[in-house]
């Protein structure tokens, strides 16, 4: 008695910690992914809103997991959701072991572990989550029922309605309960109750995809499963779906080989502290597999752009174990907005001009992140259309909502404003800035004491071009119509550098007089001086100097290239820690010619 106190109390404080560490887990690593999952989607108090969710089987569950993951918003929320949807999983899963006779803490926290690495997946939402969760719960209490009558009775009643509620997931506690029968009870009714299960199975979703709901013909069995998951996470859904089935076998089996005693018996406190070890290893290794550093940073970077958080940004770019595009564009988006990206844009890896913005492509994934560039260069058109896009493709998203709303305010379109404003006023978190703004919509008048409308308002565009492309966004003729524009001047001055196009700069240097600039910015020193050294031209703008620092440093880089004696490779090596981050190695050795 004494020994089973011990290996009792052990295992609550080994579940204990577990979660603690769960929750750990998800606010410290995963907070990004939580909140852009709250960014993807909006949350609203309306009817219409929550009937299109019962137009689909597993509609409430995604209601559900909506209403949830709107307090994604704040990481603290969101990783106190995630654990407790974890602790359910724990418990449903202990509770049908349990009823089996059997134990463990290995056996019972498994199934939270591999839930955990799903949800490190920035496109695993909470609504598959709780059909999960719920099939399980549907299964707990039909096992829980001994009486054969009515435990068939709860199963022909409260299927249905299971269906309705967790869609898909419900074929899955369906065969659950097809297999506890089939494993664990007896009776002459067996057979009879296995085939009314199994036509349940089948005749329900056809009836309903047929009758009832607006479902594709086939889907009508898989609904809010998520067989979209790729590598690893697909197997690793896989492995949880089958799991309590698989164990299920596993009982059977022991039972069968020990005839019928308590196998529960058998695990001691030593088998706990066994079970303990494998288990972190286990967690650790399934975790390393499906733990998502890279776009954890990306969102990270995103959300810092999102918060005007210019230092977070750069800080987290410096730490993203890769450099694609969509990091590059954030970079230099924040070099220019702190006031660095004349002197600091060759310091972070750059791939030409095309790392200044992202393609427009068929996809919502590029309209939701390449939008932002649009709005700060003041291009107000292109700001709507990437937004409106946006939403197009994912739905109502409190980003592109608000985007679609100041950019309105900006074109004066009062009325298309308030229309995107009525929806963000249905939102929790949102209503509030809402109602900021719908007091522009009652009193026009005022916008101009809005800093922010007034300055893009200023920068409106009065010449008739081409609008963006994949080519990027069309900085000259922004420049022409409003050359005291410093960023879209500094995006023009940054896109002739990163395209080696010196000519091109140097015919551009005389505006940074017309701008006010005090000095000349260190990388268009390192190009004029480039340039005067192949030239012989004195192309310094009156009123400036190169400062001494940068004649001397051109001298030393000058000195040590041509120690190498034209062996570019080993020039190329040697000098990157001391020349690295200035232009003249960018123009020598980096090839992203256009």
């Given at each position: 008695?004494y ?9 609550w404080?080994?579940t ?7 929750f750990?887990y998800?606010i410290?690593?995963n907070?990004?992914?939580l ?9 609203r108090?309306?009817?219409?809103y929550?009937?299109?969710f ?7 569950s ?13 990481p ?5 959701i995630?654990?407790?949807a ?6 449903i899963?202990?509770?049908i ?6 134990a ?6 498994l199934?939270?572990?591999l ?5 490190s997946?920035?496109l ?6 709780i059909?999960?969760?719920v099939?399980l719960?549907f ?5 829980s029922?001994?009486?054969?009558s009515?435990r ?6 409260g299927w ?16 659950l309960?097809?297999l506890?029968e089939?494993l ?7 057979v009879?109750?296995?085939g009314i ?5 089948l005749?329900v ?8 709901f607006?479902?594709?013909?086939g889907?009508?069995w898989?609904?809010l ?5 790729g ?26 080989y020990?005839?019928?005693s ?6 001691k406190?030593?088998?706990?502290l066994?079970?303990?070890?494998i288990?972190?290893?286990l ?9 998502d550093?890279k776009?954890?940073i990306?969102?990270g ?9 210019w ?7 410096s ?7 969509m990091v590059i ?12 990206m ?7 890896r750059?791939?030409?001009?095309t790392g200044?913005?992202l393609?427009?492509?068929?996809d919502?994934?590029a309209?939701?992140?390449?939008g932002e560039?649009?709005y ?14 946006a939403?197009?493709?994912?739905g109502p998203n409190?980003r592109s909502l608000k ?9 004066n ?5 308030k229309?995107?404003?009525?929806v963000?006023?249905?939102?929790l978190?949102y ?11 009652n009193?026009p ?14 920068f409106?565009?009065?010449s ?9 966004v ?7 119509d ?6 879209v ?12 196009n010196l000519?091109e700069?140097?015919?551009n240097?005389?505006?940074l007089?017309e701008?006010?600039y005090t000095s000349v ?6 190009a004029m001086l480039?340039y ?6 004195n192309?310094v ?7 001494l620092?940068?004649r001397?440093?051109?001298?030393d880089y ?19 820690g001391k020349f690295?981050?200035?232009?003249w190695?960018?123009l020598?050795f980096?090839n992203?010619?256009?």
């Amino acid at each position: 008695m004494y020994m089973s106190r011990i290996s009792n109390n052990f295992r609550w404080i080994i579940t204990d910690v577990f979660f603690v560490i769960y929750f750990l887990y998800f606010i410290v690593f995963n907070r990004y992914h939580l909140i852009y999952l709250e960014q993807i989607q909006l949350f609203r108090f309306n009817c219409n809103y929550f009937s299109d969710f019962l137009l689909r089987p597993g509609g409430l569950s995604e209601f559900i997991g909506a209403f949830l993951t709107q307090f994604y918003l704040f990481p603290f929320a969101g990783a106190s959701i995630i654990t407790l949807a974890g602790i359910a999983l724990y418990a449903i899963t202990r509770y049908i072991f349990h009823k089996h006779q059997f134990a463990g803490v290995i056996w019972t926290l498994l199934p939270a572990v591999l839930l955990a690495s799903l949800h490190s997946y920035h496109l695993y939402t909470l609504a598959h989550c709780i059909g999960l969760i719920v099939s399980l719960g549907f299964f707990a209490i039909i096992i829980s029922v001994e009486n054969i009558s009515y435990r068939f009775l709860l199963v022909v009643i409260g299927w249905p309605l299971l269906y309705i509620f967790t869609g898909g997931y419900a074929i899955y506690a369906i065969l659950l309960c097809m297999l506890n029968e089939l494993l664990f009870r007896r009776g002459r009714l067996h057979v009879i109750i296995l085939g009314i299960y199994l036509f349940l199975a089948l005749f329900v979703p056809y009836l309903a995809s047929h009758f009832i709901f607006y479902i594709k013909a086939g889907a009508e069995w898989t609904l809010l499963i998520p067989l979209f998951l790729g590598s690893p996470y697909r197997y690793i859904l896989i492995i949880l779906i089958a799991y309590i089935p698989f164990m299920l076998l596993v009982i059977k089996t022991l039972l069968i080989y020990t005839k019928g005693s308590d196998i529960s018996s058998a695990w001691k406190w030593k088998s706990i502290l066994a079970g303990t070890v494998i288990l972190v290893n286990l967690t650790f290794v399934i975790i390393r597999l499906t733990y998502d550093r890279k776009t954890e940073i990306l969102l990270g970077i995103d959300n810092c752009v999102q918060k005007a958080d210019w230092d977070g940004v750069l800080k987290l770019s410096s730490e993203s174990p890769v450099t694609n595009r969509m990091v590059i564009h954030f970079t230099n988006l924040a070099l220019f907005k702190s006031g660095r990206m004349g002197d600091q844009l060759f310091h972070y890896r750059q791939g030409g001009s095309t790392g200044l913005w992202l393609d427009w492509s068929q996809d919502w994934i590029a309209a939701f992140f390449g939008g932002e560039i649009y709005y700060h260069l003041a291009y107000n058109s292109e700001a709507y259309r990437w937004a409106f896009e946006a939403m197009v493709a994912k739905g109502p998203n409190p980003r592109s909502l608000k985007r679609l709303v100041i950019t309105s305010l900006i074109d004066n379109n009062i009325a298309l404003a308030k229309k995107y404003l009525e929806v963000l006023d249905q939102s929790l978190f949102y209503r509030k800035w809402a109602q900021h703004y719908l007091t522009f919509v009652n009193h026009p008048e005022s916008l101009r004491e809005d800093k922010e409308i007034s300055e893009k308002r200023y920068f409106e565009i009065h010449s008739d071009f081409i609008s963006s492309d994949n080519f990027g966004v069309k900085l000259p003729q922004l420049l022409a119509d409003h050359p005291d524009n410093r960023m879209v001047f500094e995006y023009y001055m940054a896109s002739l550098l990163l395209d080696k196009n010196l000519g091109e700069f140097v015919a551009n240097v005389y505006r940074l007089k017309e701008l006010g600039y005090t000095s000349v910015p260190v990388h268009y020193e390192e190009a004029m001086l480039a340039y005067m050294s192949m030239t012989g031209k004195n192309i310094v703008p009156e009123g400036y100097t190169i400062s001494l620092a940068s004649r001397n440093r051109l001298s030393d880089y000058v000195s040590t290239i041509n120690s190498f004696e034209n062996n570019m490779k080993m020039a190329a090596r040697s000098m990157y820690g001391k020349f690295g981050k200035t232009y003249w190695y960018y123009l020598e050795f980096i090839n992203n010619q256009p």
